[in-house]
Nanobody, 122 residues
Framework: QVQLVESGGGLAQPGGSLRLSCLAS????????MGWYRQAPGKERELVAK???????DYADFAKGRFTISRDNAKNTVDLQMNNLNPEDTAVYYC????????????????WGQGTQVTVSS
């Protein structure tokens, strides 16, 4: 099977920065895309940023100019550098992967990490 394990997150002050990392491991044949979503209390899960293999990053409007997503294809990792954070960025951030899984004959699956809390408060 496949696992997505996140690290980073925590507490930041308004205007501060945090970096999230995610490692995909297991029976991975190919990664079509990796990215980050978030869910604030009482709200639906929303896209933050994602990178499809061979494509440019795709950012939500609120993330443009503040957040930077990067992938290391050799290590199967995706990072999210978040700068100039504000309280509205407080949410659980989830790593996302669109993968082809070897043990299923390269069937396509979507996977989610367990989520990491980001809190922006003074």
């Amino acid at each position: 099977q496949v696992q997505l394990v996140e690290s980073g997150g925590g507490l930041a002050q308004p205007g501060g920065s945090l970096r999230l990392s995610c490692l995909a491991s297991g029976s991975i044949g190919r990664i079509n895309a990796m990215g980050w979503y978030r869910q604030a209390p009482g709200k639906e899960r929303e896209l933050v940023a994602k990178i499809a293999t061979g494509s440019s990053p795709d950012y939500a409007d609120f993330a443009k100019g503040r957040f930077t997503i990067s992938r290391d294809n050799a290590k199967n990792t995706v990072d999210l550098q978040m700068n100039n954070l504000n309280p509205e960025d407080t949410a659980v951030y989830y790593c996302y992967g669109d993968l082809l899984v070897i043990e299923t004959g390269l069937a396509r699956y979507e996977y989610w990490g367990q989520g990491t809390q980001v809190t922006v408060s003074s």
